[in-house]
């Protein structure tokens, strides 16, 4: 099974930051959507944001928008997830998945068929 490796979590004060690393030595990114997604504990997991290809275009949830932006180095077959201003509520498991399609619907798991098995964020005093 092909798998994703996320990088880059931790424990971090709120108001801090945290940048998150997703990348993988099977296959190359770059044709493809890649998106984050997290999930707290007791709740359901959800997007977080997604971007094309290009990296032209980024999707995020309303409740991170401003505050995380996600970035692309193809050359580094690498996707990044920068978060700042972090809130306790940000706490989670913090997955990347790749789609199949080269654009993004929204922050939704839609044809995403590749995922790693997340990187734990703690926001906590």
């Known amino acids: 099974q092909l798998q994703l490796v996320e990088s880059g979590g931790g424990l971090v004060q709120p108001g801090g930051s945290l940048r998150l690393s997703c990348t993988t030595p099977?296959?190359?990114?770059?044709?493809?959507?890649i998106a984050w997604f997290r999930q707290a504990p007791g709740k359901e997991r959800e997007g977080v944001g997604c971007m094309t290809n290009s990296g032209g275009s980024t999707d995020y949830a309303d409740s991170v928008k401003g505050r995380f932006a996600m970035s692309r180095d193809n050359a580094k077959n690498t996707v990044y997830l920068q978060m700042n201003s972090l809130k306790p509520e940000d706490t989670g498991l913090y997955y990347c998945?790749?789609?199949?399609?080269?654009?993004?619907?929204?922050?939704?798991?839609?044809?995403?068929?590749?995922w790693g098995k997340g990187t734990l964020v703690t926001v906590s005093p």
């Open positions: 099977e296959f190359s990114l770059g044709n493809y959507a």
């Open positions: 998945a790749r789609s199949i399609y080269s654009g993004c619907f929204g922050v939704r798991n839609f044809g995403m068929n590749y």
